[in-house]
């Protein structure tokens, strides 16, 4: 899960970064007094989870409370990339010397973490990257040890950033530990003219799995989700809302992936991923199907199960048994192949369920699929 920029700015405070007095609001009517507060001028910035702000028009400076109330009547309720701005935060303005960039991200190839530097900070990384690699560093860092001073020291320096960010880069990588990171980004970490090091930009992406350790964003990541996304959360499933009219349901999520390809070339659109796993028992194929059913675009389903270590007899019974329960108002098709294929479709031909079909491949399925979610309207 992606932090806003004000969480980040927040944790880089708590673990002694320095970063500029700011507050989040929704009125700019609020804004006029938090630009008082902070002596007249403020920086105004949209609250969205994604970059480019400044480019967009979402980060603009104010010169009096007015202008601040001005410029967030502007930004609020802009789009984004596609992020509509629901809040902006005002920030104290910093009289900037130079930028910085710096951040520590997950390198998965290498089983490690990866420290990005750079002197030429304030554009997004990957142009710079693009355009000067030089001016680019990168230092592996092993997790198991961590990061040391000398590290961050070989960081600073290579990087040509003044000696005083290699507190920061300590302290970085301490928010990246303590709070379950797979990414910290500060760009820009400026320094002032006064010769101070600021961070006046953050990114932060925490680690979905720690999630059960680090419930302090709990509850604003569920009701940022998607309602069908939350409901299968809740019941532990693995389910992507998409954006299409075939509901798909597979064992394994590269099986679920190809299945949405192949859902794609059949010329249907796959309304969801939803990876029941290995061991689908009839609970999860019943809560799978609900889920997958309650989707008003959903026009017709594809249940994709190649037996491994599964059983398909095992899954055709939970098919079975998720009928009775769910009763389904739109056509299920079900590819069953692997171990127990036999004795798992006649389970389902001996069920006889009206709107479920059965298909012995996976493109055979697809094409079936597709045809009922693009032919005529059906019923529910
Ligand atoms: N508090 C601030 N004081 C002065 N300038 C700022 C401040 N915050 C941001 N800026 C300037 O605005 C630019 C863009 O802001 P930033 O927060 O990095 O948004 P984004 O990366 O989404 O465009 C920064 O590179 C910096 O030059
Ligand atoms: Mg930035």
């Keep these: 899960m992606d932090l806003y920029e004000h969480q980040a700015r927040e944790l880089f405070a708590e673990h002694g970064i320095v970063v500029p007095r700011a507050e989040v ?29 400044g480019k967009a028009g979402g980060v603009r400076l104010a010169a009096d409370p007015a202008a601040a109330e001005e410029a967030s009547r502007h930004i609020l309720g802009m789009d984004i990339k596609g992020h509509r701005v629901e809040a902006v935060m005002l920030a104290e303005p910093v009289d900037i010397q130079q930028e910085f960039y710096v951040s520590y991200v997950l390198d998965r190839a290498a089983g490690g973490f990866l420290a990005v530097a750079s002197a030429e900070g304030g554009t997004e990384i990957e142009e710079v990257a693009a355009e000067r690699p030089e001016a680019v560093v990168r230092v592996p860092v092993d997790p198991a040890a961590g990061l040391t001073t000398a590290t961050a020291v070989r960081i600073a320096d290579a990087a040509g950033l003044p000696p005083q960010s290699v507190d920061v880069l300590v302290r970085l990588w301490q928010v990246l530990v303590r709070e379950d990171a797979l990414l910290v980004e500060v760009n820009p970490l400026v320094r002032t003219v006064d010769g101070r090091i600021v961070a006046l930009d953050g990114k932060v992406t925490l680690d979905d799995n720690a999630h059960f350790r680090q419930t302090r964003w709990g509850e604003r990541h569920a009701t940022a989700a998607d309602p069908l996304e939350a409901r299968a959360a809740a019941k532990g499933l693995n389910y992507v809302k998409l954006d299409g009219e075939v509901g798909v349901i597979g064992n394994g999520a590269g099986l679920v992936m190809s299945t949405l390809d192949v859902v794609a070339g059949c010329g249907a659109r796959p309304a969801n991923f939803l990876d029941i796993g290995g061991g689908a028992s009839a609970r999860v194929m019943a809560d799978g199907l609900s889920v997958v059913l309650s989707d008003p675009a959903v026009k017709s389903v594809l249940v994709n199960v190649f037996g491994g270590i599964t059983a398909c007899d095992a899954v055709a019974d939970g098919i079975v048994r998720a009928l009775d329960e769910v009763r389904p108002t739109k056509p299920i098709v079900v590819r069953l192949d692997g171990n127990s294929a036999a004795r798992g479709r006649a389970l389902l031909d001996a069920r006889a369920h009206p709107l479920v079909e059965q298909a012995t491949t996976m493109d055979g399925a697809a094409s079936r699929a597709a045809r009922h979610a693009t032919a005529a309207p059906t019923a529910g």
Aim: no cysteine; net charge positive.
């Design 25 to 53: 609001t929704d009125s700019p009517a609020r804004a006029r007094e938090i630009a008082r507060a902070l002596g007249g001028r403020a920086v105004v910035k949209a609250q969205v989870k994604t970059g480019g702000r």
